[in-house]
Structures are given as C-alpha cells and as structure tokens.
C-alpha cells in the first residue's frame, strides 16, 4: 500500500507560571517534538506533517513538568492530504484514489 502526504494543524495554547514549560507531541507512540514553551498572550499554529500509509494515527500532547502550566489542544483539521480527524485525536489518512 502506498504511502500518503497529510498535514495536521494544531492550535496550541499554554498558560503557565515560573519557569518556561516543555510540552511533547506524539504521532502515535513517535514523538513529533518537544519544546520550550516561551510566549505569553499567544497560540501556536503547529503543523505535522504525516507520510504514512492509510490508517489511523493518534496525535496527542502532553506537559513533560504539568505542575505550574495547563497545555491546550484546540481547532485540530487538515490542511492538506485525504484524512480526516475525530473528536479524541485520531486521524485517518485514506487512500487517493488512482485517475485513470
């Protein structure tokens, strides 16, 4: 089976306290990124991109130091590629039918 483009969008938020928090995203069990985060008043427009055969794949977040920040995940679409995404995470990535 061949392998599909996809590009999520995630809006990413964080309010936090004293030092700059680390956050992780993970496509499934694969960890995406970890940052700093170091704005205030401000969201992220994350993208991720995904070259994967068809199936489902779960996109998740999660604080590496949860005491003094709160992350939140809003506004999760696609911006390019055949997949859609459901409301725990979860996309799935379908197959491009051939044009002949």
């Known amino acids: 089976m061949q392998k599909e483009f996809v590009t999520v969008?995630?809006?990413v938020n964080c309010?936090?306290?004293g030092?700059?928090?680390?956050y992780r995203c993970y496509v499934n069990d694969e960890l995406f990124t970890e940052?700093?985060?170091i704005?205030?008043?401000q969201h992220l427009e994350e993208m991720i991109p995904i070259l994967a055969k068809p199936g489902q794949y779960h996109v998740?977040?999660?604080?590496v130091d949860p005491e003094h920040a709160r992350l939140k995940i809003r506004n999760v679409r696609i911006a390019q590629g055949s997949a859609r995404i459901d409301k725990s995470g979860y996309v799935q990535i379908t197959a491009l039918?051939?044009?002949e």
């Open 97 to 99: 039918e051939s044009l």
């Open 9 to 11: 969008v995630v809006d």
């Open 19 to 22: 030092d700059p928090p680390r």
């Open 60 to 63: 998740r977040y999660e604080l």
């Open 35 to 37: 940052r700093n985060w």
């Open 39 to 41: 704005w205030t008043d």
């Open 15 to 17: 309010k936090w306290s």
